[in-house]
């Protein structure tokens, strides 16, 4: 289980999660922010750091929202885990 940030981070990517995470695991794509289930720690920093509540854990996802599991994961099927999302920084990626 990790965390899962879902449809209210579309196109507000408020980036206060980024700053909060430890681990940097949370990436940048073209319209959210994702973040990489192999290199989160689950410590859960970044969910009360979310302005617009747009992160869960995945157990806690709203159903409604249930995809977000899915396009998350897919974000990172080529990506794999760099290790860090400032070594690629923002605008690198594209979802």
């Excluded at 681990?23 to 617009?52: F, H, K, R, S, W």
Aim: proline share 7%; hydrophobic share 35%; glycine share 8%.
């Amino acid at each position: 289980m990790t965390y899962v940030i879902a449809e209210p981070c579309v196109d507000i990517m408020d980036k206060a999660c980024i700053e909060e995470c430890p681990v940097d695991c949370i990436y940048q794509g073209t319209n959210m922010l994702y973040i990489q289930p192999d290199e989160c720690v689950d410590c859960g920093a970044c969910e009360p750091a979310c302005p617009v509540e747009a992160i869960f854990f995945e157990s806690d996802l709203p159903e409604e929202w249930n995809e977000y599991t899915t396009i998350n994961a897919n974000f990172f099927e080529n990506l794999g885990s760099p290790g860090g999302a400032a070594k690629l920084g923002a605008g690198s990626l594209s979802t």
